[in-house]
């Protein structure tokens, strides 16, 4: 079953979900094969944009941007494009010097916007076309993060991540070749993304228990499922092969799709994406390159994972008892290692002193019910490992 037919029969399912919170209806094409890249000029045709614009930098250009320019003006497209360079760190930032640069880049009479790269491009490209009403078409080039499919944009304004309103993709094309063609720690980051899906449904469990917080149970089998996925194949994923690119790709689509039927982000992100965002906010401030999403984010995982099993262990809380499923910090930084990611807050460069300024702060970033958050109330952090 591919994923648009898979799409269906979720929208099918949310007709009918017990949860009784509200759901999106997803209508949205996904191309995903080797040799996707091509399909995007005769849909570009069908859909009547005979203008678009094409964000890009100079590492997405080499990986697809350029190509895709190239096919379209052989097509008879007129397609702009705008090349966002690094800041002086050499990472493009979606925050509010690089949003201006995409509005101001965008021509008035753009039919669509393609945004062409990973996370952060298709975070400033979303946005903007939610807020110039634009459709909004994504050309993934690296298997990288769950987020291509999000309505939500998470930007960077005045040093703080926050997430606005955004516009979902109407259409993405993630051609498997593209992706496997990656650099191996862009894949790693993406299944540290999906790993971190262990400790965010667990977390969404205790906020729905502990905080009152909405759970859907529709939006968790679809997470769940993606997650198991990935374990399952997590030999392939390392491999960096297609196949492998194939089995990330599909899981990151259906862990954005569970995200975007549910209107929120709770299956998906709990107190490891809160650590994330905090130590990106930190390197921010201190002018330093940035890691990439999906590693923090596995990282940040792997170290929970033992702290809220001890928690499970300490707080005799019914709600707790999701966490003694979790796999140990052992078993889930071997998978890392596996995939070629780092495992540990060490290898990301962060310092002893900003992890245990994550450890306090990061749960105050997001109104949300999660262990980290309990801890943190309760006084009940632990002395934790630095390695």
């Known amino acids: 079953m591919n994923m648009n037919e898979r799409i269906r029969e979720w929208n099918e399912e949310a007709k009918h979900c017990s949860c009784g919170n509200p759901h999106r209806e997803v209508n949205m094409q996904i191309y995903m094969q080797e040799g996707a890249l091509n399909e995007i000029a005769p849909y570009l045709r069908r859909q009547d944009y005979s203008h678009v614009t ?13 190509r895709v320019l190239s096919d379209l003006r052989a097509a008879s497209l007129q397609a702009d494009e705008i090349r966002l360079q690094g800041n002086s760190a050499g990472d493009v930032i979606a925050d509010e010097a690089y949003i201006v640069k ?22 400033l490209v979303r946005f903007v076309c939610y807020k110039m009403g634009l459709p909004f078409i994504s050309v993934p080039t690296a298997a990288s993060v769950d987020g291509f499919t999000s309505a939500g944009a998470p930007l960077i304004v005045d040093g703080t991540k926050q997430t606005f309103q955004a516009v979902a993709p109407e259409a993405i094309f993630a051609d498997l070749s593209v992706l496997a063609a990656a650099p191996q720690s862009m894949t790693a980051a993406g299944f540290g993304d999906m790993l971190g899906k262990y400790t965010s449904l667990a977390d969404w469990h205790v906020s729905r228990d502990l905080g009152r917080e909405p759970f859907c149970p529709l939006g968790s089998r679809i997470t769940e499922e993606a997650l198991e996925a990935c374990i399952a194949g997590v030999g392939a994923i390392a491999e960096g092969s297609p196949e492998g690119a194939g089995i990330l790709m599909e899981a990151l689509i259906a862990s954005g799709i569970s995200m975007l039927i549910i209107d929120h982000s709770r299956p998906a992100s ?14 921010i401030k201190e002018g330093r390159k940035q ?30 008892r999701i966490y003694r499923g979790l796999p140990s910090t052992e078993q889930m930084r071997s998978w890392l290692r596996q995939v070629g990611g780092p495992a540990t807050i060490d290898e990301l460069g962060v310092s002893a002193e900003q992890l245990d300024r994550a450890l306090h702060t990061a749960h105050t970033l997001r109104s949300r019910y999660t262990g980290l958050k309990y801890i943190n109330e309760h006084q009940l952090l632990p002395a934790v490992s630095y390695e």
């Open 102 to 123: 995409v509005l101001l880049g965008v021509a008035d009479t753009s039919h669509a916007v393609l945004a062409i790269g990973s996370g952060t491009i298709h975070d």
């Open 270 to 283: 709990g107190g490891e994406h809160h650590i994330s965002h905090r130590i990106e906010m930190e390197f």
């Open 54 to 66: 094409v964000v890009n930098d100079e590492h997405t250009f080499r990986a697809a941007g350029g």
């Open 291 to 320: 890691i990439l999403h999906g590693a923090k984010v596995g990282v940040a995982s792997a170290l929970l994972a033992d702290i809220y099993r001890n928690l499970a262990e300490r707080e005799n809380l019914e709600a707790f």
